[in-house]
């Protein structure tokens, strides 16, 4: 299992970007979370598999059709105790 900590900009708010990727994240079989971050970015934490992860990566830099994503940082993370996949409030 490998942990992953996104932090991705653009047009990412107001586009049901959020409800996208837990939708996705589900089907990927990930365990994790994803919330609003006050900069206008988004901000999730995906822990699984390594191809798992792999894949929600390339999928979050097309997002949901409304969003326009311009970067994704992407870093390791340390595991948390997690269940399923959540919307955590905006930091």
């Given at each position: 299992?490998i942990?992953?900590r996104?932090?991705?900009?653009?047009?990412?708010q107001?586009?049901f970007?959020?409800d996208?990727?837990?939708?996705?994240?589900?089907?990927?079989?990930?365990?994790?979370?994803v919330?609003?971050?006050r900069?206008g970015?988004v901000e999730?934490?995906?822990?699984?598999?390594?191809?798992?992860?792999?894949?929600m990566?390339?999928?979050?830099?097309e997002?949901?059709p409304a969003?326009?994503?311009?970067?994704?940082?992407?870093?390791e993370?340390?595991?948390?105790p997690?269940?399923?996949f959540v919307r955590r409030p905006?930091?």
């Amino acid at each position: 299992m490998i942990v992953r900590r996104l932090i991705i900009t653009g047009r990412v708010q107001r586009v049901f970007y959020r409800d996208w990727t837990i939708a996705t994240a589900q089907v990927l079989g990930l365990q994790g979370w994803v919330r609003n971050r006050r900069d206008g970015s988004v901000e999730a934490l995906l822990a699984g598999e390594e191809e798992q992860v792999a894949r929600m990566i390339e999928a979050c830099r097309e997002g949901p059709p409304a969003a326009e994503v311009t970067n994704i940082d992407v870093s390791e993370a340390e595991l948390e105790p997690l269940s399923g996949f959540v919307r955590r409030p905006t930091s």
